[in-house]
């Protein structure tokens, strides 16, 4: 096993899992190079969803710290490693999903938020705080906690480098759903399963509208020329031929 692991289900879910428990999970550059690469590969395969978690207790505590040692130049590392990993995943076409666990810091929280789908334990911890190491926050970071928590909360959770547990992040909205952490696992398995049965290529649509900034009047157009384009795919036909017959649909993600 490596520090990047990706594994294939037989219901076509993938699972990509950060493999140094030891570390909390916590990335070295050639961890967050391998973790595109992962990504890049699971791209090529049969999947129609794509779950991201930690090995152990930990999701990811973010970029190792170790490697700050001596004479390091941070845009580099931000730029060369970080942020093609978080691109790769926020904009990889298949369904994702993160199921946080325990550490899900800086990095970590940039790589759950770049998810399509955020679950986590109740006794997850997710923070950025750098104020701690009197830094500023990255891996989208701003974007994400202004985006989803307003300007005020955000601005509390950076300056003060308080960290919230699933409960909270749940209240917030910073994940979706909050589970005990003894079956995150196994309830995160199920939606992706569920996931991985639906109209994929419908989902992949979805997901293109919802990666591009624009206001009403252009989702609106957007929606139109997805709904056309999908219309003509196996699945829409499928699964208007189930509801004229008063079945459940069987999709082929096509």
């Known amino acids: 096993m490596g520090t990047i692991d990706l594994f294939v289900a037989e219901d076509a879910v993938g699972e990509i899992v950060f493999n140094r428990p030891d570390k909390k999970n916590a990335l070295r550059n050639e961890d ?28 990811c505590a973010g970029w190792d710290l170790g490697q700050a040692r001596g004479e390091v130049d941070p845009a580099d590392v931000i730029n060369g490693f970080v942020n093609p990993a978080l691109q790769t995943i926020r904009t990889f076409a298949k369904p994702t999903i993160a199921a946080v666990t325990g550490a899900c ?3 970590g929280l940039g790589i759950a938020m770049a998810c399509d789908v955020v ?14 190491i009197g830094l500023l926050p990255d ?6 906690l202004r985006e989803r ?14 960290m919230i547990d699933g409960c909270e992040a749940a209240r917030l909205g910073l994940v979706c759903e909050v589970y005990p952490a003894a079956s995150l696992l196994e309830e995160a398995r199920k939606m992706a399963a569920v996931i991985a049965s639906g109209p994929t290529a419908s989902f992949m649509a979805s997901k293109r509208i919802l990666l591009q900034p624009a206001d009403y009047d252009e989702t609106l157009a957007r929606e139109a020329e997805g709904q056309a384009r999908i219309f ?11 509801f004229l017959q008063k079945r459940k649909p069987v999709f082929v993600g096509q």
């Open 32 to 59: 967050w190079r391998l973790l595109r690469e992962q990504l890049e590969r699971a791209s090529t395969l049969p999947l129609r969803c794509l779950l991201l978690r930690g090995a152990g207790e930990d999701f």
């Open 105 to 107: 810091l800086g990095g």
């Open 119 to 132: 679950l986590a334990a109740d006794t997850a911890r997710l923070g950025s705080p750098f104020r701690n």
């Open 139 to 144: 891996s989208g970071a701003h974007y994400v």
């Open 232 to 242: 003509a795919t196996a699945d829409a036909k499928e699964g208007i031929s189930a």
């Open 149 to 162: 928590l307003g300007h005020h909360k955000a601005s509390q959770l950076i300056y003060t480098g308080k």
